[in-house]
């Protein structure tokens, strides 16, 4: 009887793949009026679904004209509103026209999911009557984004501390640098918080507050060198990021010298991101296959989510001497049964000079056999060819740098595991030639 149970099993995976084809096919029936309605519609141009409406409790209008004008549409599926229910992150690929640029791919976020979204109304609802639900334009001017008005001459720590990730423990140099690079005013290059408008002040802390991502790629721009997506502006509450490529998941199956070369730039990102003549440390505190990609002709990777950096400003760690901020902190390594799961402590983060928390989170969530994603486990640097295998200081390197049997044994590891790779890469870049 046993023997007819893959048998039956198959058949049962055929039939509810045709249950489900049947199922879209009616779907699409049903939805033919809208089908067609949204193709022939730019719905970018709707002021209600970019929710400009909610302005100034949005997060910005640098890029209002060009949704206005039309210059920015959706892809085929993105047009199709029933299919949304499968985009629970609200992030969008479009088209972007200039009459002499041509036109290119760029990326569109809400910065939330619809609920994400909904309890930001609320929350500003709540703080401004006490209630759920209120006349958000009017209740945003009684939140604490309005009571920063035109006499306050800075953005200080104090006031925005714990907001958010990346203001988890900010220093006034932090701050200064995203008030002066804040690109939803068209004054930017001060940082004075009184130069902005009220309205472009509201909606900088309102980022700040709610997701800080577009802050990040403002104050860390990837024309400096940063390897973030570069930010192009915003609309109410969608903002335009620069298309990279795909995922890094995409290549989790590509050829091994492709997958050492992206590993090695992990690793080099984890490293400008922890040290820097900046003296800026940015810690990625939610790493995975699907917050980086891979650009198309360069084969450089980008982080491309910002939402989850927290910045620690190591000049004042020196300066303000917090205890034991000289100790070097090492990330306890977690086995959990979980994706993307990482253990770090924020106010260690926040008080030591000499952290190794990015070097574990590429390790761990990206490049070891602990890696686990989308039901698969192995990470990018699975199934070595069999001399690199046999030799085993990959798989040594790695293992040390997630989980250390050495005290301060990931710091070396992390340093050794990327003059390793680099060596893998520039061996099979010779053999190429």
């Known amino acids: 009887m046993l023997r007819f149970l893959p048998l039956k099993l198959g058949r049962l995976y055929r039939c509810l793949k045709l249950l489900l084809v049947v199922g879209l096919f009616v779907i699409l029936l049903m ?15 709707d002021r209600r679904f970019i929710n400009l409406n909610k302005c100034p409790a949005c997060f910005g209008t640098s890029w209002c004209r060009k949704f206005m004008n039309g210059q920015v549409s959706f892809e085929t599926w993105g047009r199709l509103r029933f299919l949304d229910v499968f985009n629970v992150k609200n992030v969008y690929f479009a088209q972007y026209g200039e009459p002499r640029e041509g036109t290119r791919r760029v990326v569109l976020k809400r910065l939330g999911s619809n609920q994400e979204l909904a309890d930001i109304d609320q929350k500003i609802c709540k703080r401004a ?38 203001v988890h423990c900010p220093s ?77 998941w995409s290549f989790y199956n590509a050829p ?50 910002g939402e989850n950096v927290l910045v620690a400003d190591k000049r004042l760690i020196k300066q303000n001497k917090p205890e034991n901020y000289d100790l070097w902190y090492e990330s306890r390594f977690e086995d959990c049964d ?19 928390h990015n070097y574990y989170a590429v390790c761990q969530n990206l490049l070891s056999r602990y890696a686990t994603w989308r039901g698969t486990t192995g990470g990018l640097l699975h199934d070595p060819p069999a001399h690199i295998a046999k030799d085993g200081q990959l798989e040594a390197l790695l293992d040390e740098c997630t989980n250390p049997k050495k ?27």
């Open 31 to 45: 939805n033919t009026h809208n089908l067609f309605a949204s193709f022939q519609k730019n719905e970018l141009t």
């Open 129 to 166: 009557t006490g209630r759920p639900r209120c006349d958000l334009i009017q209740a945003i001017y009684k939140t604490e984004f309005a009571r920063l008005n035109g006499d306050v001459r800075l953005l200080t720590p104090e006031v925005v501390e714990g907001w958010s990730d990346l």
């Open 172 to 248: 006034q140099r932090l701050l200064d640098r995203v008030v002066r690079r804040y690109a939803e005013t068209k004054d930017s290059g001060s940082f004075l918080l009184k130069n902005l408008k009220d309205t472009e002040r509201m909606q900088l802390l309102m980022t700040l507050a709610f997701n800080p991502e577009p802050l990040v790629l403002q104050s860390f721009p990837s024309d400096e060198g940063w390897p973030f997506a570069k930010y192009l502006g915003a609309c109410g509450r969608v903002v335009a990021v620069n298309y990279v490529g795909e995922e890094l």
């Open 256 to 305: 091994w010298d492709k997958r050492v070369d992206l590993a090695r730039q992990l690793m080099d990102i984890a490293e400008q991101l922890t040290n820097n003549d900046f003296e800026f440390a940015l810690y990625l505190l939610d790493v995975s296959f699907d917050n980086f990609a891979v650009g198309p002709r360069d084969g450089k990777v980008i982080v491309v989510d």
């Open 338 to 356: 979980k994706e993307a799961c990482l253990s770090f402590s924020k106010e260690s983060l926040c008080n030591r000079v000499t952290v190794d």
């Open 407 to 433: 005290r301060y044994g990931r710091f070396t590891a992390a340093k050794e595991l990327r003059d390793y790779l680099t060596q893998l890469v520039s061996s099979s870049s010779a053999t190429a030639r």
